[in-house]
């Protein structure tokens, strides 16, 4: 997979992050493991979630290879005791969307959702 990032605003970014609930939203690379974008107080550095994010995909990737599993990965969903982690891979790119969603004030579905467009916009 090929580094293809097409510059959007960081209003699209901002547009995610004003849901109710949604704590930090930062924007990865999956061959270098490098953060290009990060927004929002997660209480936590994202360049080093997006680095450890980087790893869980790459695990789920080879886990899936040695399954025979020949699908793409959409999103992945953490649930910790207070926030969902959810990583949105953007397809035919080695990008991906890490949200981090405050469990009681956030909506899972709605942050779904607008992580989906949010990816659209970034294909």
Do not use: W
């Not at 290879?65 to 990583?87: F, T």
């Amino acid at each position: 997979m090929a580094l293809v990032y097409k510059p959007i605003g960081r209003e699209h970014f901002e547009r995610v992050l004003a849901m109710d609930g949604a704590l930090a939203i930062a924007l990865g690379e999956t061959v270098s493991g490098l953060c290009f974008e990060a927004l929002g107080d997660s209480g936590f550095d994202l360049s080093l979630a997006i680095e450890a994010n980087n790893q869980v995909i790459r695990a789920q990737e080879s886990a899936m290879k040695r399954l025979q599993i020949h699908d793409d990965i959409q999103d992945m969903l953490i649930c910790l005791q207070n926030q969902y982690h959810v990583i949105a891979l953007v397809p035919h790119t080695s990008m991906f969307v890490y949200l981090v969603l405050d469990r009681e004030k956030g909506n899972l579905a709605m942050a779904r959702h607008a992580l989906s467009k949010l990816v659209a916009k970034l294909r």
